[in-house]
């Protein structure tokens, strides 16, 4: 491979060239690169069950399904996106035509994460390509049979100049970084999101930061705790629990506390069997090392149910924690993993105590009958999107902007939200040379009075 200082430069040339904004050529991109998708399914549903045994099902639902939806969206609805938009002209540009240019950034670096190795990678590559930009996407090294064949199908497609994958750990991010980009999109961990933060800041590059947080779930006392477990059940456990929204840790009205862990106890039997490592449908932790890092968050607290962990197997049992203190680790870092602590309150203000205490999460969600204590959940407490009973699905929708606020993300993507973050939005006011009204000019002697009244009326 060529050094990264020379990819760059040589799809910054492309760009300047372009070759990137006829949208004709970018539909015909996107319709190759989905023909080229479609021919690797059963690899790339392979790849996804070798790298931490992730069944077909929740790979087609979670990863593959989604590409081809963004891919279709796209394809379908560019002609109508990259149309300049007429807006009203106002008072101050009064007689024009005003319009809002979308205008594709330039050469964009994208850095993916391992969890939805193949969905996180090429969503925001699609959206980047749809809006015009030239690509460097460096998916994760945790992930390597994924992450090869993103590399082969992305070369089998583009042309280096337009879109690349460079694979590579630590350093190679690093090196990436050190490059002048016209926008990262980075998603992955609040921690990285830092550095990411940090680089961008020396150009003052547009950023997203898609990143993680401890989403929390909040559960009162007039649910149906049956259905209430089932769906929340499925939110934590999809992906082994290793998903930036899955709820990380539950907050539950003290009186059905034992009723709640009885039921997800029953539901967790119910869909993985008594002994999940041997259910083709529950994956496994990504790696040794993070399976290390689960079985510590276990150290000195109080497990209810589960608690296997097979280092060597990357094994980790659905888990569930009764009342763990606030300040212990596993209420300090997100979890990522199938164990979920259950903490009791009383009152709203155990509510706040608990939320307010850590950063403003990714998601939140609330099982709940009562509009009222609804209302006041959402209303009360920032989070980047949530669901009211149930979880996860907020994510399914791409009519929704997706993505966090404060330590859970910066900016938002999806559908057409995820090709205007890869879009500057030029407002552009156009005038004719026939007239030209002196009001504006100086002198403005006697002006000021007739300007006041203008504003009082229309301003
Ligand atoms: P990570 O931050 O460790 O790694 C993400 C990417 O950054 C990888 O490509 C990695 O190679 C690179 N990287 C790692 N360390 C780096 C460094 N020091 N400098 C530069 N680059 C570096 O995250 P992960 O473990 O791959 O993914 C899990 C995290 O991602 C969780 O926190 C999860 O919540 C978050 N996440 C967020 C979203 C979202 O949409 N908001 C989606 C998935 C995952």
């Known amino acids: 491979m060529r050094p990264i200082p020379e990819i760059v430069a040589t799809q910054k040339s492309f760009f300047r060239s372009q070759k990137t904004k006829d949208v004709s050529d970018r539909i015909s991109l ?36 989604l590409v081809i939806s963004q891919l279709n969206l796209a394809i379908k609805n560019l002609k109508q996106w990259t149309k300049p938009q007429r807006i009203p002209a106002s008072l101050l ?69 337009q879109a690349i994958s460079i694979e590579g750990g630590v350093e190679t991010s690093t090196a990436l970084l050190a490059e002048k980009w016209d926008y990262i999109f980075f998603t992955g961990s609040t921690k990285v999101g830092k550095i990411v933060a940090e680089a961008a800041a020396k150009h003052l590059t547009p950023v997203t930061l898609e990143l993680g947080g401890k989403s929390p779930c909040i559960i009162d006392n007039t649910v149906n705790l049956k259905l209430v477990a089932r769906r929340l059940i499925w939110g ?10 899955a709820p990380d840790y539950i907050i539950v009205k003290t009186e059905i506390k034992e009723r709640l862990i009885i039921a997800l106890k029953t539901e967790i039997i119910k869909r993985y069997g008594e002994n999940p490592e041997t259910s083709p449908d529950f994956p496994r932790i990504i790696n040794q090392k993070n399976t290390k890092r689960l079985a510590a968050l276990l150290e000195s607290e109080k497990i209810v149910y589960g608690g296997v962990i097979k280092e060597e197997d990357c094994y980790v049992s659905p888990t569930l924690i009764d009342n763990p203190s606030l300040s ?57 999107g949530g669901v009211i009973n149930d979880t996860l699905i907020h994510f399914g929708n791409d009519k929704l902007p997706f993505g966090g606020v404060g330590a859970s993300g910066i900016g938002n993507y999806h559908g057409e939200y995820g090709f205007y973050a890869f879009s500057n939005l030029k407002p552009i006011v ?30």
């Open 93 to 161: 540009t009064f007689p024009s035509k005003d319009f809002i240019y979308k205008e594709p950034y330039g050469t964009v670096l994208i850095i993916a994460p391992w969890n939805y190795p193949f969905l996180l990678a090429l969503e925001p590559l699609i959206m980047a390509i749809a809006a015009g930009n030239t690509v460097v996407l460096k998916p994760s090294e945790l992930t390597k049979q994924t992450s090869k064949i993103i590399t082969q199908i992305i070369k089998n497609v583009f042309e280096e100049s």
């Open 236 to 245: 934590k456990l999809l992906n082994g629990g290793q998903t930036c929204i």
């Open 30 to 65: 996107l319709k190759a690169f989905k023909v080229e998708i479609i021919a690797n399914e059963e690899a790339i549903l392979n790849a996804l069950h070798q790298d931490f045994r992730k069944s077909g099902f929740e790979a087609y639902l979670s990863e593959f399904g």
């Open 430 to 459: 156009k005038r004719g040379l026939w007239f030209d009204p002196t009001f504006r000019y100086a002198p403005y002697q006697s002006k000021l009075k007739l300007l006041k009244k203008v504003f009082k009326y229309f301003g």
């Open 328 to 384: 212990s680790p596993i209420m300090q870092e997100e979890i990522f993993g199938p164990i979920l602590p259950i903490i009791p309150y009383q009152n709203q203000e155990d509510i706040e105590h608990i939320i307010w205490n850590l950063d403003k999460p990714l998601s939140l969600y609330v099982f709940s009958e009562n509009k009222t204590f609804i209302k006041s959940v959402l209303d009360k407490f920032s989070f980047g």
